[in-house]
């Protein structure tokens, strides 16, 4: 039975979830995404062809500390100004910024500095569209399970075929063509966003009877005044009073650090140099397999605890670092991303319907905000060592590391109790 998220409990007819704002949204995210697919693989081979490893984790790197520092302020602009907004904007900053990358390298070599500018900008832009992502899923679905599960299968898609398409545009064109191609990615998606009509949020019901923006100024009849720090403050101590979410973000900046940080440059460097870069593309395909298998498992499966299954299905991620580390053969190492892709994706599923359906929407954006900088800070810094570390220490050594904090990750979340306890809402 399809369950009802924030609607009244006397309607028994489940709501059709591929209405013309969804579809919007859903076009917007998968054109996206599929830009955002092409460019790790773009920035590993044809960055690290010019200036190695250590370039690869410094551009990806000035990425997101940006990201990190400004998507606390997005969470705020996007709960004041709505996250549509803020969206497209940050679209028409990256169409800019990935333009210019894509013609750097259809005339020549680009310099380090400005694939770090570009790189900076888009951090900045996505820092102020990221925030909007999840609080967008609650105004254009009312099952966020079931959309979440959709939108995942796209991410998966997109995982699956960005990477092939990446792969033969730098095979037949060169990188230019890549970063050309994401940044008509952005074009589409503002303008898939621009059509979405928005409802208002009156009448959207939160957590222990909150209502939104719109409910809670007529409720009481007055309109208080806020400012940017007051908005942050409050972001702030609505994410500290969820012990299950400042739990597994606490989690993740380790994971971050040890697994997700230095994953990219190594792998990439580690099986393109054993099987060839087309070999590398294939892999990336096979994790984009694995989370369409996990969104539509997460489509059809509602755990009542549903972090703690989340939990469990993250030991299939180890077999992605491991299956680099020990060097195996092209199929199994797609089997292992194939694996670690399906964990990955049912545990976002979860994660995600679980921020969107404990949190009051209008405080929505800036808890996502404070969750995804949080999650994100370790990655930073992981990317920022990768380069120096990998100089002293051997890269598959590195990556058995990344295997063990996997392991330690599934099993940390599990021995948490607010996170194995929460309940589904």
Known sequence: MTALV????SLTVP????????????????????????MPVAAALAVGAIYG?????????????PFVIFVLFGGVFADRVGARTMMVG??????FTQTAVAVAFLTGV??????????????VAAAM??????GMVPLVARDPQRANGVLKIA????????PVLAGLLMALTGAG??????????????????????TPAAGRVGPAGRVGPAGAAGAAGVVKRSTVMLDLRRGWTEFRSRSWMWSVILIWVFFGVLVFGPYIPLSSRLIGDRLGDAAYGWVMAGLGAGTVLGGLIAIRFRPSRPLAAGGAAMIGFAFIPLSVTLESPLPLLMAGHLLGGTAWAFWSVMWSTSVQTQVAPDVLNRVTAYEVAGSVVGVAVGQALVGPVSELVDPRDLLLVSTGVSVAVCAALLLSPPVRRLRRA
Do not use: E, H, K
């Open 155 to 162: 991410d998966a898609a997109t995982q699956l075929g960005g």
């Open 6 to 9: 924030g609607r009244d409990p």
């Open 129 to 134: 569209f990221q925030p909007g992502v999840n």
């Open 110 to 123: 680009p310099p380090l500095w400005l694939l770090m500018s570009a790189s900076f900008l888009s951090g």
């Open 90 to 95: 940050a679209d028409v900053v990256r169409i």
């Open 53 to 65: 490893v250590s370039g690869v984790g410094y551009v990806l790197a000035v990425w997101t500390t």
């Open 15 to 38: 709501d059709r979830l591929w209405t013309r704002d969804f579809t919007l949204y859903f076009g917007a995210r998968t054109v996206s995404l599929l830009g955002d697919a092409m």
């Open 177 to 198: 063509a890549v970063y050309l191609v994401d940044a008509g990615t952005f074009l589409l998606s503002g303008l898939c966003l621009v059509l979405v009509r928005l």
